[in-house]
């Protein structure tokens, strides 16, 4: 089964997740799931706060491959903390976590007054999971919720699973970028508020 989106309109204030269990939502921009093992611990989807910052930093210092995504994330040290110092002061932010620990960020940045780009890093210890397209899930509602009408990304055409993550919220590719170097994406949000 397929995961429902977070947004409390679509259906009656409840998520499914891919696996069957349901979970009441914890808030705008929140999600609670189960990952695809029986054994393995729930995860959350929620609201960055600035008391995740230090999570987050250690998350990124961890996170494989470096500079995989247009050079991001940059290496560890003052480079990583000028760029989350740049890009946390801006946006709307989701963090994940696994058995208390952020292994997620999603950022949706404006660029415009109804777009925003959507980026996001998924820490290698938990991809594979369908934890990835829960989060685009999330930020699709977020996106929504804030009012925008556009969310665009780019991604390396070899980042397979990302491209059809992608594809399984809403995005489709953009006409001319499927030989370029970046594939770009966009999805319209319907009903923005």
């Known amino acids: 089964m397929e995961e429902q989106p977070t947004d409390p309109s679509r259906g009656a204030g409840r998520e499914r997740d891919r696996r069957g269990s349901t979970e009441e939502p914890r808030g705008p921009g929140s999600r609670e ?67 208390g620990r952020i292994q997620g960020h999603a950022m949706l940045i404006p660029i415009g007054d109804e777009t925003a780009e959507l980026a996001n890093f998924l820490h290698q210890a938990v991809r594979g999971r369908g934890i990835g397209t829960a989060m685009n899930r999330a930020a699709v509602a977020l996106a929504r919720d804030a009012g925008f009408r556009r969310i665009w990304l780019s991604v390396e055409p070899s980042n397979r699973p990302a ?15 499927l030989w370029a170097p970046e594939i770009e994406m966009e999805v319209v949000l319907d009903g923005a508020s």
């Open 33 to 99: 799931g189960r990952r695809s093992g029986a054994a393995d611990p729930p995860y959350v989807i929620r609201r960055y706060t600035p008391a995740d910052r230090v999570g987050l930093g250690a998350m990124y210092r961890d996170f494989e491959p470096k500079r995989c995504a247009q050079g991001l994330p940059p290496e560890a040290g003052a480079r990583l903390e000028r760029w989350l110092d740049r890009v946390l002061c801006q946006g709307l932010h989701l963090v994940v976590e696994v058995d």
């Open 163 to 177: 491209i059809r993550s992608y594809g399984k919220v809403g995005f489709r590719r953009l006409a001319g970028s």
